[in-house]
């Protein structure tokens, strides 16, 4: 577990939870699933204490369920918000948890995977229930702890002002990761491209494509409940009580400011998510109209050549009946008559097959 205490004069992490909120700021609780679940009675104590209230039992519930979709809930005291990060599997500690299965196809899909993360927002706390390998959690504590060590003055002006503003900052920081991903993912995909649309190879791994285009769907599917439960975060935000001072009207908007933008940026992850699936779906398309066309042409080739050798077969069949009397079968010039009749028979057909274009090779 750990706690940080954020004020305008800083950033301060302890080990225990305080026993009482401090003066100005407020106060970042973040512990693993696995703690909570141990821990939670005691969670819900300090939470009595800084807050005067806890987390209800429904709520508790969302908060231990490791297979939980983005949602957005709340009640009059606090909301909760539970969002799926992604995380990587190459690097996960040993026993960690998963939220998902592995997925299939390409190298940069077998490594994604996702785990819910759970946020209750209290008007100066702020829990967070993490998986036990949670990057996001210790990347962001990282920037609060070495912003406040290296300038405090620089640091006051990145400073989340209150439990909103921090969930948000780390919910943005999750989202990113998953923008990350669409070089990556670009990349893996213009190779299957690239292989079914090459005429020269054969494309036999349709398991893995399969596999690819259901990991995109999977995605996509995790970032529209990501974008829903954010909507519903921005709606529940403008019911609020209007502000007092014009400083938490600005924070407010602030709040809003930010929290539209991280919608944006999930509505880039599933438009690209979604331009990613029509690209494969697009390419496999191409790749059986090419290989239907192919087809075409080698039937087209075959059926030019029959009928160019249909004739010949008529002549030599005439020639080679068992009748006596033949004209030019006893002549010794009739071999090289046939052979010439044939020649002539076949170059003529060739022509006329040319000039109507059943010769011709499609452009690739």
Request: charged content about 20%; proline content about 5%; aromatic content about 8%.
């Amino acid at each position: 577990m750990r706690v940080f205490s954020i004020s305008p004069g800083g950033v301060s992490e302890s080990e225990a939870p305080p026993t009482q909120l401090p003066s100005l700021g407020h106060v970042w609780i973040a512990c693993t699933r696995q703690e909570f679940e141990t821990g939670w009675p005691q969670l819900q104590a300090t939470l009595q204490s800084l807050c005067g209230m806890q987390l209800v039992d429904l709520h508790v519930s969302d908060l231990l369920n490791a297979q939980l979709p983005s949602h957005f809930d709340y009640t009059s005291q606090y909301d909760l918000l539970v969002f799926r990060r992604l995380a990587t599997g190459a690097g996960s500690a040993p026993g960690a948890e998963r939220g998902s299965s592995r997925r299939g196809g390409p190298p940069i899909l077998r490594h994604v995977d996702t785990s819910p993360v759970g946020f209750a927002v209290f008007e100066r706390v702020l829990l967070t229930v993490h998986p036990a390998d949670c990057a996001a959690r210790d990347a962001y504590a990282s920037r609060l702890l070495q912003a406040h060590s290296n300038d405090v003055r620089s640091a006051n002006s990145r400073l989340p002002t209150s439990p909103a503003d921090l969930m948000l900052r780390i919910v943005n920081q999750m989202v990113d990761g998953f923008l990350e991903l669409r070089r990556e993912l670009t990349r893996q995909l213009d190779h299957w491209q690239t292989e079914l649309l090459n005429p020269r190879t054969r494309f036999n791994n349709w398991s893995a494509l399969l596999d690819t285009r259901l990991a995109l769907h999977q995605l996509d599917e995790i970032c529209e409940d990501q974008r829903s439960s954010v909507q519903d975060w921005i709606e529940a935000v403008k019911t609020w009580p209007e502000a007092d001072t014009p400083a938490a009207q600005r924070d407010r908007d602030l709040l809003l400011v930010r929290s539209r933008d991280l919608l944006e940026h999930i509505e880039r992850v599933v438009h690209h998510v979604r331009r990613l699936e029509q690209s494969v779906e697009t390419a496999v398309q191409i790749h059986f109209n090419a290989q239907s066309n192919r087809t075409n042409d080698i039937m087209r080739t075959l059926t030019v050549l029959t009928a160019i050798f249909l004739p010949l077969n008529l002549i030599a069949g005439i020639f080679g009946m068992n009748f006596e009397f033949i004209p030019l079968i006893h002549n010794d010039e009739g071999f090289w008559w046939a052979m010439g009749s044939m020649g002539l028979t076949a170059v003529a057909l060739v022509l006329l097959f040319w000039r109507k274009r059943y010769l011709e090779r499609s452009g690739r």
